[in-house]
């Protein structure tokens, strides 16, 4: 009779565990499902990766997508309270010859021939770093893991909505200048960083302060191509700030940011990149 019982408790064990499996692989496809419709491009491997972070409880969901750009989805997702900035990149749009010349010359990376899918992930990490190292000095969101061509970091946020970019708010310019322009200087001289990409689409505003964001094209000054990517960078953002009435004068902009006269030759070198 015991035996009886116990084998009737097994098979029901069993059982229950079989429909605990069923109910994950149902999971698992409605969220694959869920991801396709509403976003084609991602590949299996992409939303595999995706599905393994809510696995992982990592993030308990992913409630809406913030921006959808031609390289990169961020996507808003959350642990309990927590809001967090999933970013996504699109391996099938993403331009891999630039991102390869970005991290052939830095330091950091010892990739030779690489695949797409290693590139993107050395792509990601590189983000990754660059926020982790600008974040000792200056506003950037926490990065919290990375998986392949997939980013986590923290939301920044006011009251649940994504805070706006520097493009998109009004404020009071002169005093974003010269916020932005001591951030620049310490990243360069002290984090030893050049963003690489910045303008008023990448700086957001929080708290009345610039926080910086979207660091991957973001190099090491020791990069070939720091200075140019600097001279870049320093033009964009004194070029939208006198559009906003402030007096700029870019090369003495790059003095103070770099610490040196802004060369003939180095100028000339930014304008044909
Ligand atoms: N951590 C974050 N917190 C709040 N909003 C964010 C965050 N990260 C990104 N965003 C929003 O998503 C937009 C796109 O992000 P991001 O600039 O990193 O990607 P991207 O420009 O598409 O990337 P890339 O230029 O590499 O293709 C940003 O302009 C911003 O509005
Ligand atoms: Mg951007």
Redesign the pocket.
């Known amino acids: 009779m015991k035996d009886v019982l116990k084998m009737d408790l097994d098979k029901k064990e069993k059982q229950l565990d079989r429909e605990f499996q069923k109910k994950i692989v149902e999971r698992k496809k409605k969220f694959l499902e869920e991801l396709k419709t509403e976003n084609e491009v991602f590949d299996q491997r992409t939303l595999l990766n995706i599905y393994n972070l809510l696995v992982a409880k990592h993030i308990d969901e992913i409630s809406g997508v913030?921006?959808s750009?031609?390289?990169?989805v961020?996507f808003s997702a959350n642990k309990e309270d927590e809001l967090y900035?999933l970013?996504v990149y699109r391996v099938s749009t993403c331009d891999f010859k630039t991102m390869w010349k970005y991290i052939r010359g830095d330091p950091r990376f010892h990739l030779r021939r690489s695949s797409t899918r290693q590139i993107i992930t050395a792509w990601v990490e590189k983000e990754f770093r660059n926020l982790l190292r600008a974040g000792d000095y200056i506003n950037t969101?926490e990065p919290l893991l990375k998986r392949e061509n997939i980013l986590l970091?923290?939301?920044?946020?006011e009251d649940g909505v994504?805070?706006p970019?520097l493009k998109d708010i009004e404020v009071d310019y002169s005093e974003f200048y010269e916020m932005i322009k001591e951030d620049m200087k310490v990243l360069y001289q002290d984090a030893q960083l050049v963003h690489g990409?910045l303008s008023e689409?990448?700086i957001?505003v929080h708290e009345e302060e610039p926080v910086y964001?979207?660091f991957?094209q973001g190099v090491v000054k020791e990069h070939p191509l720091s200075k140019t990517l600097l001279i870049r960078d320093v033009k964009n953002v004194c070029n939208f700030f006198k559009r906003k009435g402030i007096d700029t004068d870019y090369k003495e902009f790059y003095k103070f940011v770099s610490g040196e006269e802004l060369a003939l030759i180095d100028e000339e070198m930014a304008k044909t990149y």
Do not use: Q, T
Request: proline content about 8%.
């Open positions: 913030v921006n750009g031609k390289e990169a961020v900035a970013k969101p970091m923290d939301m920044v946020h994504p805070a970019r990409d689409y990448n957001l964001i979207d991957s």
